[in-house]
């Protein structure tokens, strides 16, 4: 499995874009990008998922450069209930036997302020 | 309301106990999971089931002994438990339809102590 890399922390305050970039230089042909927010004693929320160039949804954005190496995670204009840790998972090759297995590493702890 | 619920939401439990905890989906999903979140720690994936048959057991001890009678219900039965087992599971579901689906969604999770 792909092993990634984000900040530990950051901080934002509201009204702001966040931006979260995750490396993962070791990423496969066939492994999909994923994002995942969790609030403290609750489960993660899947956020997004994209492949490669641009993915964007109701509630962020991702980013992902042609050699796919890294991503960027976009949340704009942030408010304060969008403080909690967030994910970068890179999923296994499809098709192999790792069915829906994801594998969270330690996350990046968003704090935003007033 | 994700669709996943959990019971109980918190569990303290002596080292001697036999408990057991409780997922249930109602989203019509045919894989379920059970998570381990340690205080400081990245989740970590215990046991997975694909309609029914357990796909995935992830070097846990005997200790815990998972149980899916069918596709909406999971169980995690605990016995002789550690200290160290202390932690928030979750559980999760999601639908598998011949490729790998990374969406999955999470139950509240049981605050386990032991004592």
């Known amino acids: 499995l792909a092993k990634t890399t984000q900040p530990i922390s950051m901080d934002s305050y509201e009204g702001q874009e966040v931006n979260i970039t995750c490396s993962h230089n070791?990423?496969?042909?066939?492994?999909?990008i994923t994002w995942y927010q969790q609030f403290p004693s609750q489960g993660p929320r899947f956020i997004i998922q994209?492949?490669?160039t641009k993915v964007t949804n109701e509630v962020a954005s991702l980013f992902i450069p042609a050699d796919r190496k890294s991503s960027t995670l976009s949340l704009p204009r942030v408010s304060l209930s969008d403080t909690a840790v967030y994910y970068c998972?890179?999923?296994?090759?499809?098709?192999?036997?790792?069915?829906?297995?994801?594998?969270f590493g330690q996350g990046t702890i968003l704090t935003v302020h007033p | 309301e994700t669709g996943v619920t959990q019971t109980p939401r918190h569990l303290v439990m002596g080292m001697t106990n036999k408990k057991s905890l409780k997922c249930e989906q109602h989203?019509?999903?045919?894989?379920m999971y059970w998570y381990k979140q340690s205080a400081k720690k990245p989740l970590e994936l215990m046991f997975v089931?694909?309609?029914?048959?357990?796909?995935e057991n992830n070097s846990v001890p005997s200790r815990f002994s998972p149980e899916c009678p069918n596709s909406s219900h999971l169980f995690l039965h605990l016995h002789t438990l550690q200290p160290e087992d202390s932690a928030l599971y979750l559980c999760?579901?999601?639908?598998?339809?011949?490729?790998?689906?990374?969406?999955?969604?999470f139950g509240p999770g049981t605050r386990l102590t032991v004592t």
């Open positions: 999760a579901s999601s639908q598998e339809e011949g490729q790998i689906n990374y969406e999955q969604y």
């Open positions: 070791n990423i496969a042909t066939n492994d999909y």
């Open positions: 994209g492949y490669k």
């Open positions: 998972l890179v999923g296994p090759n499809a098709g192999g036997t790792s069915y829906g297995k994801l594998t």
């Open positions: 989203l019509g999903h045919n894989a």
């Open positions: 089931y694909n309609f029914k048959e357990q796909t």
